[in-house]
């Protein structure tokens, strides 16, 4: 298996533009995570998805960010408008199941750049 | 609710030391408790896990760790250091059980080894 996939690698953008990141989790995995992570508040959850369904986006800073999971195999998060303060490494991780003891599978990671 | 304290931000040990990071953590219920590796440029890895039963767990990379109800503590240990230990180090806790597994991290600790 290839792992979960991320994409891009790398965004550089300009404040008030749109930014989607793209993640493909891995297959089999019915559970998938976004969780961000900057130098001054380390690795924070955004939201997670159960079979595909939002269980919880409590962590998500505001109205501009919103995630979709349409099918079982693709996730976006998109950031409209971006600000700089939204500049970190967001991860998309999945696991199976959701019981709390499930290793995390980490993508490498979109490194987001808002100037 | 769920957090973890790392104890130490950097830790630095020579090639062949004892490595031990700390972690100390809260739980309103019986923890799960993880310990991941992120190298640069990369996604976070699973080293180990506690959930239920035995207190010390072995993982991979000869990292281990013991779970100390006691002492709210799951620190990390590795009898002889590599330098292809040289890594953050991340400790982390979730609600155990059927509770929802989402996880919340400390803030890391990066292990230097020198030769």
Redesign the interface.
């Known amino acids: 298996d290839a792992g ?1 996939i991320q994409s891009p690698r790398h965004e550089v953008t300009e404040m008030g533009q749109e930014v989607t990141l793209r993640c493909k989790p891995i297959s089999g995995h019915n ?1 998938l ?1 976004w969780y961000r992570q900057t130098m001054m508040r ?2 924070e ?1 955004l939201i ?1 998805f ?1 079979n595909n369904v939002p ?2 986006d409590s962590g998500m800073p505001e109205d501009r960010f919103s995630a979709k999971m349409p099918n079982a195999s693709f996730s976006t998060l998109k950031i409209q408008p971006s600000e700089p303060r939204d500049s970190a490494v967001y ?1 998309c ?1 999945s ?1 199976v ?8 599978f ?4 979109t490194q987001l750049s808002v100037l | 609710a769920q957090s973890v304290t790392q104890l130490g931000s950097h830790v630095s040990v020579s090639e062949g030391a004892l490595v031990l990071l700390r972690c100390n953590y809260s739980s309103s219920v019986p923890p ?1 408790l993880f310990w ?1 590796v992120q190298y640069p ?6 080293l180990l ?1 506690y ?1 239920t039963g035995a207190t010390l767990v072995k993982g991979i990379n000869g990292f281990e760790a013991e779970f100390k109800k006691s002492e709210t503590s799951f620190h990390l240990t590795k009898p002889s250091a590599h330098m292809s230990d040289a890594a953050e180090y ?1 400790c982390a806790v ?15 600790t990066i292990l230097t080894v020198h030769p």
């Open positions: 979960v559970s995570f380390g690795l959850l997670y159960n269980i919880d991860f991780a696991s199941g959701l019981s709390g003891g499930e290793k995390l980490f993508g490498s990671g | 799960y991941y440029n990369q996604g976070l890895q699973l896990k959930t991340f979730s609600a155990g059980g059927t509770s929802y597994g989402k996880l919340t991290f400390g803030q890391g």
